[in-house]
């Protein structure tokens, strides 16, 4: 059985808030360069992994 599938997907990612948007990639098998990401956003890249798989900042000025 073969199956095909051709998708075009247009991401953009600014920061790291709009990484959750890899997810999806991620839950369907297919591999992120978070090295790459990281150099770009100049950060570890455990930390793009972490946001990538769903961390997100909490807005401290909530609690004030």
Do not use: P, Q, W
């Amino acid at each position: 059985m073969i199956f095909e599938c051709n998708i075009n997907t247009n991401l953009e990612i600014n920061n790291l808030m709009d990484l959750h948007k890899l997810r999806s990639f991620i839950d369907n098998g297919r591999k992120v360069n978070y090295s790459r990401l990281a150099r770009e956003f100049d950060v570890d890249r455990r930390t793009i992994k972490k946001y990538c798989l769903g961390f997100y900042k909490k807005d401290l000025d909530i609690l004030k």
